[in-house]
């Protein structure tokens, strides 16, 4: 007789193996389910989600076995079943031993080869080095005093960082100093360079940009002039037609106005280097990278994630993945936005982190995840956001739990998470960032080296006296979500990744007739820092 209910849960748990509800039933028929079970690693699979097909296979190489075993009976008691085993008669010689089935891997296909990603994940080290997470360091009470030592911090580091990495025609002077001397930076033989925080940007009636720049002494009244014939500049025009972000940290070289009240800017100098050399790990392993699950919202995509873990399970390429970087917003949360209730499957918060946890199980032991959060996550909506807490953290096993924005590495490669709800404030700032192309909006954090330079915008901050917002390290791989599209591009050599959602449109998306990428899986291998993206839509 086979196994009851309760004898078989307890095998599939122990097994690490979920079966699908066709499954069940039928493993339920089988006389020893245990030898059924055993030719899962034959077929590619070990733990997760036992779907009908994979059962299948392990039935076929089960069925083969035991001919070649001379054991005439089939595990299954149904009629139907036992047809499908020929009974053989004496067997004179032993048949040639099984082999896995093979079941379409992608193996090879252009988008990816198998020397690009070049180690198992089970073959190397864990290797995770945090450098910058702001939880258990918030030390900010909020005052004007932390206000301006986090400005005057973000001032200090980006005005370095222009120094080094921008050409510029002097050295920066005050700008106190500027306005009394300012006769001597008049005319265009003698340029006066200044470094500061962006005050009101705006747009003249005839299509100049204009903004106050500020710094430790003083405030400069600066205009970018609309350009014409041969004096038109490719760099002049981009910014023109972008604009600047208030509370941007850039520098300005050029001219004084003869009444000395007016600074014609020539050039901007923003903190960016040229180009960036990225750091190879001696580990051919995999990092995956996804955002936006959205667990608990009616819109997330179930049966999606069950056809990613089965490729998980399956496919060459998933075993070489020994990372998942999760950026923020893993459950749709509650109360985040008015009438949520009514587009929540799992109503309670405790409810919808307990059941990610439960999906994340699903994949292989090997696969490591690393979680932040985002604005829909049950932690303080002020960044930098601290981790989750404790009594959310006990649900999920190896999973590490860090801030968000957290900058790490991995295997020494350098990576900057950052969740991306100031993407929204890039977007109502800059007239080139659109919600269609939001690789646009990070382009921009990393030219100006840091990730939400705007205060009082739609992104609420945290002032820390050390603002935790700066992009200090180029990292070679920069990944951001909230946006629910898709990206991956190389930028001045890093890699710059827009996870994919887990959720389908929201009503809210489809009134702005919005329409989400969901369901991509980005994989960037950490030696050749080849990249590819499978879909599961
Ligand atoms: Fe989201
Ligand atoms: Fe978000």
Redesign the pocket.
Known sequence: MGASEEEMTVLLRTRGMLPASTVREKLLDLDDIESVLDCAPLVGFERGYLTQEIFDAMLDIWSVRNTTEKTPQSPILDTKAKQAVPELGRTIAPMKAPEPLDIKFRNNLPDWNTSDFSENASDAPSDILVHYDITGNSITEGKMADITSCFSDRLQSIRKMIIQNSRLPRTPTEISRLHAESSRYQGYENKAVAIGLVNEPRYTKNGHLMWNLEDETGELTCLLTKRKGDDRDRAHEQILEAGLMPDDVLGVSGTFSQTGDMFYVDDLHFPMKASHQKVSAEHGVSVAFLS?IHVGSKTFLEAQWHKMVRWFHTDPLAKTIKYLILS??CVDGVGIYPGQDSELSIPDLFGQYAEFARLLELLPEWVECVMLP???DAVRPAEPQPTFEKDIQQDYNTTTFVGNPCDFSLHGVRLLSY???SIDDFVAGLRTVTYADPVEAMRQMLRRRHLAPQWGGKTPLSPEPEDGLVIREVPDIFVT??VHGHACIDFKGTTLICSSTWQDQTSYQRMLGFQPKPCMLTIVNLKSHATTAIPFA
């Open positions: 936006d923020g917003d985002g604005n829909h969740h991306g709800k979500g909230h």
